[in-house]
């Protein structure tokens, strides 16, 4: 059936390094993609988005890629810090209403 | 803090009880969505209103579940006949919603509801 995914449930990095989180979705008529972040006991953050007639989109510190041909999308973090270990979503929104359909998470985890 | 706000923030109730959650969505929002997360899971889709008009319920909505935007301005939720399953967080979010942006979606901090 259709849905949004996500490939891998946690994510370990270490402080200063680049993550990337990466997510496969199965409509191809979805348009608008999201990511957000979520900390522990908070709502969903809003971090960046892209709509389908974009391949890639940067914001302060985040890219995301949107690959049409496979159906992926991936958030990339630079330098990624300690404030970045939260749970991170992808959502679709797969009609002109807004509604959103949202992937499991991943966990990621900042090391020192 | 998104400018959407949620109350209460938590509630603990026994099973059967009736309980309400309020939404106040950023003041200039005209759409407001209403979704439940479970531990580990995304965010499902409940039902949504543009303005005071309820657009969209899901099919996760029963019977017990209402939800009213009365003024089009703040919402309630309210679940009758709570039920052991119901526990969960109760997230609210809002949008601009216009064809010319791209209708983010914002969050508040949610309500979460146990039920025992």
């Known amino acids: 059936g259709e849905s949004v995914g996500l490939h891998l449930p946690t994510l370990s990095v270490q402080e200063g390094d680049n993550s990337i989180i990466n997510c496969a979705y199965s409509n191809s008529a979805s348009d608008y993609f999201i990511w957000y972040k979520q900390e522990s006991g908070k709502g969903p953050q809003f971090i960046i988005d892209i709509r389908s007639n974009m391949d890639k989109r940067q914001g302060q510190r985040v890219t995301v890629l949107l690959n049409k041909t496979v159906k992926h999308l991936s958030l990339q973090i630079a330098a990624t810090q300690p404030g970045d270990s939260a749970v991170y979503f992808c959502a679709e929104n797969r009609d002109s209403w807004g509604k959103l359909q949202f992937g499991a998470g991943t966990q990621v985890v900042v090391t020192p | 803090d998104t400018g959407v706000s949620q109350d209460p923030r938590h509630k603990i109730t026994k099973r059967g009880q009736n309980v309400t959650f309020r939404c106040d969505p950023i003041s200039e929002h005209n759409r407001l969505y209403w979704y439940r997360q479970t531990l580990g899971q995304g965010p499902e889709f409940l039902t949504y209103f543009q303005n005071e008009a309820q657009l969209e319920k899901s099919r996760l909505l029963s019977d017990r579940f209402s939800a009213e935007r009365p003024k089009g301005s703040f919402s309630t939720l309210e679940i009758q006949r709570t039920e052991q399953g119901d526990s969960a967080m109760y997230l609210c979010?809002?949008?601009?919603?216009?064809?010319?942006?791209?209708?983010?979606?914002?969050f508040g901090p949610g309500t979460r509801l146990t039920v025992l």
């Open positions: 979010a809002s949008s601009p919603w216009n064809q010319r942006s791209n209708n983010e979606q914002f």
